[in-house]
Protein backbone atom coordinates (compact mmCIF):
# COMPACT_ATOMS: atom_id res chain seq x y z
CA UNK A 1 0.00 0.00 0.00
CA UNK A 2 3.21 2.24 -0.08
CA UNK A 3 2.25 3.70 3.14
CA UNK A 4 0.01 6.36 1.86
CA UNK A 5 -3.21 7.73 3.60
CA UNK A 6 -6.07 8.23 2.03
CA UNK A 7 -8.27 11.73 2.18
CA UNK A 8 -11.43 11.38 2.28
CA UNK A 9 -13.33 13.39 -0.29
CA UNK A 10 -15.85 14.93 2.21
CA UNK A 11 -13.27 15.76 4.51
CA UNK A 12 -11.66 17.70 1.86
CA UNK A 13 -15.10 19.52 0.71
CA UNK A 14 -14.60 20.55 5.17
CA UNK A 15 -11.50 21.86 4.52
CA UNK A 16 -12.09 24.44 1.26
CA UNK A 17 -15.42 25.17 2.94
CA UNK A 18 -13.24 26.21 5.89
CA UNK A 19 -10.52 28.42 3.89
CA UNK A 20 -13.15 30.02 1.68
CA UNK A 21 -14.58 30.77 5.02
CA UNK A 22 -11.99 32.24 6.98
CA UNK A 23 -11.59 34.13 3.30
CA UNK A 24 -14.47 35.90 3.43
CA UNK A 25 -15.02 36.88 7.34
CA UNK A 26 -10.85 38.45 6.76
CA UNK A 27 -12.50 40.79 3.45
CA UNK A 28 -15.37 41.52 6.14
CA UNK A 29 -13.16 42.34 8.74
CA UNK A 30 -10.94 44.45 6.66
CA UNK A 31 -13.87 46.38 4.78
CA UNK A 32 -15.58 47.18 8.30
CA UNK A 33 -12.20 48.43 9.90
CA UNK A 34 -12.01 50.94 6.73
CA UNK A 35 -15.79 51.70 7.15
CA UNK A 36 -14.59 52.49 10.81
CA UNK A 37 -11.40 54.67 10.22
CA UNK A 38 -13.73 57.05 7.72
CA UNK A 39 -16.44 57.17 10.21
CA UNK A 40 -13.73 58.34 12.42
CA UNK A 41 -12.21 60.84 10.39
CA UNK A 42 -15.48 62.45 9.30
CA UNK A 43 -16.75 62.11 13.09
CA UNK A 44 -13.37 64.68 13.77
CA UNK A 45 -14.06 66.81 10.72
CA UNK A 46 -10.58 66.08 9.30
CA UNK A 47 -12.60 64.75 5.91
CA UNK A 48 -15.95 64.96 4.22
CA UNK A 49 -18.64 62.67 3.89
CA UNK A 50 -18.26 62.57 0.27
CA UNK A 51 -14.43 62.23 0.55
CA UNK A 52 -15.34 59.25 2.49
CA UNK A 53 -17.79 58.06 0.25
CA UNK A 54 -15.76 58.13 -3.04
CA UNK A 55 -12.75 56.10 -1.18
CA UNK A 56 -15.55 53.24 -0.66
CA UNK A 57 -16.61 54.15 -4.25
CA UNK A 58 -20.18 54.27 -2.79
CA UNK A 59 -22.76 57.43 -3.17
CA UNK A 60 -23.26 59.61 0.28
CA UNK A 61 -26.25 58.53 1.23
CA UNK A 62 -24.90 54.70 1.06
CA UNK A 63 -21.87 55.74 2.95
CA UNK A 64 -24.30 57.24 5.37
CA UNK A 65 -26.75 53.95 6.18
CA UNK A 66 -23.20 52.29 6.51
CA UNK A 67 -21.17 53.98 8.83
CA UNK A 68 -24.83 54.88 10.51
CA UNK A 69 -24.06 58.58 10.39
Known sequence: MGGKVLELY?????RR??????AQGE???EARGKIEILKSLVTKGIISISVAA??????????KKMAAL
Open 17 to 22: GEARGK
Open 27 to 29: AQG
Open 54 to 63: KELGVSDEAF
Open 10 to 14: SEKLL
